[in-house]
């Protein structure tokens, strides 16, 4: 079956560090990969997407590159600011959408 | 162009009763998806349909149900309210969830619900 494990939080951050969420996947077929990003009191809001191997998504300056090889799919970015604090998921589609867990994420002044 | 929108924002019922969630998707889109999200449990997909047609279903009890409408608009009913329907419970629509390249799903705020 279809499965997204996903690096557990929470993830402490000081502003303008480098941030890296990790997420590995299990599925059948080539499924499209998702980050999403839940803020309080939120929907989820899709911020980057990748629809097969060696895809980059990228958006607000973070990035994911699809990686079949190693069926992973990590977000990135390089200068964290207090604004990105949220939850943030990981997720394949294969029919529906399999979320990982989530990893929260705080960024400190 | 509006995005996706649900109905009521919160509901508080006793264990029992039954509810009815409201799910409008954005202007075009024809797949509706449900997911209820709980501390314990994460996200958990509910059904999806098209073009009121129910086409998958998760592992959910048959108190569990839902419709779409000719306009693509869907309500999710949950039957004989348990305490553990608490939960927020998410809509999200895309163009269709079954073909790639217009499968990307987008989501409303949620209806959170209590159950007491």
């Known amino acids: 079956g279809n499965s997204v494990t996903q690096m557990e939080g929470p993830v402490t951050l000081s502003e303008e560090a480098f941030l890296t969420i990790n997420c590995t996947y299990t599925?059948?077929?080539?499924?499209?990969l998702f980050w999403y990003v839940q803020y309080p009191g939120e929907g989820l809001q899709l911020l980057l997407k990748a629809t097969k191997a060696d895809d980059k998504g990228s958006n607000k300056g973070f990035e994911a590159t699809y990686r079949k090889e190693t069926t992973s799919f990590h977000l990135e970015k390089g200068s964290v600011q207090v604004s990105d604090s949220a939850v943030y998921f990981c997720a394949l589609l294969n029919e529906k959408l399999t979320f990982g867990t989530g990893t929260r994420l705080t960024i400190i002044p | 162009k509006a995005g996706v929108t649900q109905t009521p924002r919160y509901l508080i019922k006793t264990r029992g009763q039954q509810v009815t969630l409201s799910c409008s998707p954005i202007?075009?889109?024809?797949?509706v998806s449900w997911y209820q999200q709980t501390p314990g449990q994460g996200l958990q997909f509910l059904f999806e349909y098209f073009s009121e047609t129910q086409r998958n279903k998760g592992n959910f009890p048959g108190r569990f149900s839902g419709r779409q409408f000719s306009n693509s608009r869907s309500e999710m009913n949950v039957s004989t309210l348990e305490l553990g329907d608490s939960a927020l419970y998410l809509c999200a629509s895309s163009l269709d969830l079954g073909v790639s390249g217009t499968d990307t799903q987008y989501f409303g705020p949620g209806t959170r619900l209590t159950v007491l």
């Open positions: 599925a059948t077929g080539y499924p499209s």
């Open positions: 202007s075009g889109h024809r797949s």
